[in-house]
């Protein structure tokens, strides 16, 4: 069974910083892409950023130059390091990857982790 574990939300003043983890756990062969998204209640969910297994990382156009996503792949482990946040940046942080579970052929699965909540005061 996979599993994907956030921690590292929390309250933070407008300014501040906060850095993010998602570890990856399970019967896995490989994992592709890995990613954050965000979720304001009664909002669908949307990207923040992602990051490939070689190291490309893609960012929405809200977060560019203030967030910093990276992963250690010995660790399974991907991070997002939130920095210069606002107010409109309170929302639940979910993590996802995109991987191959072990047994599985070469099916690429996508898996979400429970969510970890930031919120930024202004």
């Known amino acids: 069974q996979v599993q994907l574990v956030e921690s590292g939300g929390g309250l933070v003043q407008a300014g501040g910083s906060l850095r993010l983890s998602c570890v990856t756990s399970?019967?896995?062969?490989?994992?592709?892409?890995m990613g954050w998204y965000r979720q304001i209640p009664g909002k669908q969910r949307e990207l923040v950023a992602t990051?490939?297994?070689?190291?490309?990382?893609n960012y929405a156009d809200a977060v560019k130059d203030r967030f910093t996503i990276s992963r250690d792949n010995a660790k399974n482990t991907v991070y997002l390091e939130m920095n210069s946040l606002k107010s409109e940046d309170t929302a639940d942080y979910y993590c996802?990857?995109?991987?191959?579970?072990?047994?599985?052929?070469?099916?690429?699965?996508?898996?979400w982790g429970e969510g970890t909540r930031v919120t930024v005061s202004s």
């Open positions: 996802n990857a995109a991987l191959i579970p072990k047994g599985w052929g070469w099916q690429v699965m996508e898996y």
């Open positions: 990051v490939t297994s070689d190291g490309t990382t």
């Open positions: 399970g019967s896995i062969f490989r994992i592709n892409a």
